[in-house]
């Protein structure tokens, strides 16, 4: 079974600083990852995707993630954060290789961007 | 490109009602998927289906249904409704290798 622990419920940082969310999994295969960001009232959009590939993955708007097996971690990251990143973030873990189809969420992290 | 689309995007249900969500996949994506979210909580799996069988199951209540048409559209049918229920119900659809999943914008219920 898999199950993914994002370390921080709530993140604050300043407009213009680096982003860090922080996310560990564990999982019986080798699991494909991804972090999805959900706007206020909105969807699920997907940001980046690991898929046993390259351990340094890049997404959209800036962010990237960094597979680390031996901390079995998959934190997100972002050079310098806008106001337009502020929304909740979902680091998620996939055993459809194991043959389960559903995606597993985190508990989600809100970040905060002040001006 | 074309999204996942879900409608209606909100319902009001009274308790012991019937609703029925309508999931219109990616074309060419195979595979549709279900999940709900209660208020401030994280997405949790229903249920999913490939090539119109269903292929897995989570935490769906037996009060709950869904199946997929020819067409890889999806309904999901939820009977007796309880004041619980209310949530954001998300489809998402893959394609063949179902590696990535793409979520609709969701269809918010509430159940008074």
């Known amino acids: 079974a898999q199950s993914v622990t994002q370390l921080d419920s709530h993140v604050s940082v300043s407009e213009g600083t680096p982003v860090l969310l922080r996310c560990n999994y564990s999982?019986?295969?080798?699991?494909?990852l991804f972090w999805y960001v959900q706007h206020p009232n909105k969807g699920l959009q997907l940001l980046l995707k690991?898929?046993?590939?390259?351990?340094l993955v890049k997404g959209i708007n800036g962010f990237e993630a960094e597979f680390k097996k031996s901390e079995t971690s998959f934190h997100l990251t972002k050079p310098s954060a806008h106001m337009s990143d502020a929304a909740e973030y979902f680091c998620?873990?996939?055993?459809?290789?194991?043959?389960?189809?559903?995606?597993?969420f985190g508990k989600g992290t809100h970040l905060i961007i002040q001006p | 490109a074309a999204g996942v689309i879900q409608s209606p995007r909100h319902l009001i249900k009274e308790k012991r009602e019937t609703a029925t969500l309508k999931c219109y996949p990616i074309?060419?994506?195979?595979?549709v998927y279900w999940y709900q979210q209660g208020p401030g909580q994280d997405p949790q799996f229903l249920i999913s289906?490939?090539?119109?069988?269903?292929?897995d199951k989570g935490s769906i209540p037996d009060r709950f249904s869904a199946q997929q048409f020819s067409d890889y559209h999806s309904e999901l049918n939820m009977s007796s409704l309880e004041l619980g229920d209310s949530a954001l119900y998300f489809c998402?659809?893959?394609?063949?290798?179902?590696?990535?999943?793409?979520f609709g914008p969701g269809t918010r219920l509430l159940v008074l």
């Open positions: 999982s019986s295969y080798s699991p494909s």
């Open positions: 690991y898929t046993s590939a390259a351990t």
């Open positions: 998402a659809s893959s394609p063949v290798g179902r590696e990535t999943q793409y």
């Open positions: 998620v873990v996939s055993e459809a290789r194991g043959g389960a189809d559903g995606l597993t």
């Open positions: 289906f490939y090539e119109k069988m269903q292929s």
């Open positions: 074309p060419r994506h195979d595979t």
